[in-house]
């Protein structure tokens, strides 16, 4: 871990941040799915972190799926396609799905996979990210649940990777431009 640490110039969101906000968000979605169990649809493998901990602090019961959408692969800019790489497991006609992403960037794969979510039917689907970046955005996206705006610059940490790593660190860094080659 110290060994990975070496490689971020900046703490951009700390643990104990995180974990707060993960227990505000939490507290809106029961008060908002009163009513409902939500299908909670992580969007792997960034949203894992979060995912876990979200769940966790829901206290109403809600179920799971993952899919996995890659744009991308190893860059530190969206392809602007996105593949799917894991479906959903079941046909979610007339269920509530609550997208949980990790990070809305260009907003491209989350514009995609809204409209591959609402084709299949559900009775709604609304979409929870820990991050933003709002000077980024190239496709504006409804989201209801935003954790945090942060600066356009690559971060990693907390589910979010470059080029596979940094995913186990417990908070959100920036990563030194040198380790991109930037
Ligand atoms: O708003 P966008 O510009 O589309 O970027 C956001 C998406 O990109 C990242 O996924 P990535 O393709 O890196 O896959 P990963 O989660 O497996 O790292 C991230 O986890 C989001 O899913
Ligand atoms: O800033 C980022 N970091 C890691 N993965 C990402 N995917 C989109 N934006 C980012
Ligand atoms: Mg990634």
Same mark, same amino acid.
């Given at each position: 871990?110290?060994?990975?640490?070496?490689?971020?110039?900046?703490?951009?969101?700390?643990? @104990?941040?995180?974990? #707060?906000?993960?227990?505000? %968000?939490?507290?809106?979605?029961?008060?908002?799915?009163?009513?409902? @169990?939500?299908?909670? /649809? +992580?969007? =792997?493998?960034?949203?894992?972190?979060?995912? #876990?901990?979200?769940?966790?602090?829901?206290?109403?019961?809600?179920?799971? @799926?993952?899919?996995?959408?890659?744009?991308? +692969?190893?860059?530190?800019? *969206?392809?602007?396609?996105?593949?799917?790489?894991?479906?959903?497991?079941?046909?979610?006609?007339?269920?509530?799905?609550?997208?949980?992403?990790?990070?809305?960037?260009? +907003?491209?794969? =989350? *514009?995609?996979?809204?409209?591959?979510?609402?084709?299949?039917?559900?009775?709604?689907?609304?979409?929870?990210?820990?991050?933003?970046?709002?000077?980024?955005?190239?496709?504006?996206?409804? /989201?209801?649940?935003?954790?945090?705006?942060?600066?356009?610059?690559?971060?990693? +940490?907390?589910? %979010?990777?470059?080029?596979?790593?940094?995913?186990?660190?417990?908070?959100?860094?920036? =990563?030194?431009?040198?380790?991109?080659?930037?």
């Amino acid at each position: 871990m110290s060994v990975l640490d070496d490689d971020i110039e900046a703490t951009v969101v700390s643990t @104990e941040e995180i974990q #707060s906000k993960i227990t505000e %968000l939490a507290a809106r979605i029961d008060a908002d799915y009163a009513d409902r @169990e939500p299908l909670l /649809v +992580g969007v =792997l493998k960034g949203a894992v972190m979060f995912m #876990s901990d979200l769940a966790r602090e829901l206290s109403r019961p809600s179920t799971m @799926e993952f899919m996995a959408c890659s744009s991308y +692969g190893s860059n530190t800019t *969206s392809s602007g396609v996105v593949r799917i790489l894991k479906d959903l497991d079941r046909d979610v006609t007339g269920l509530d799905i609550l997208i949980v992403e990790d990070i809305i960037d260009s +907003g491209l794969t =989350l *514009s995609w996979l809204l409209k591959n979510l609402q084709a299949r039917n559900p009775a709604s689907v609304e979409v929870v990210a820990l991050l933003r970046k709002p000077d980024a955005i190239k496709v504006q996206v409804p /989201v209801k649940y935003v954790g945090f705006d942060i600066p356009n610059e690559f971060v990693v +940490g907390y589910g %979010l990777d470059y080029a596979e790593r940094y995913r186990d660190l417990p908070y959100i860094g920036r =990563l030194r431009p040198s380790v991109y080659g930037g």
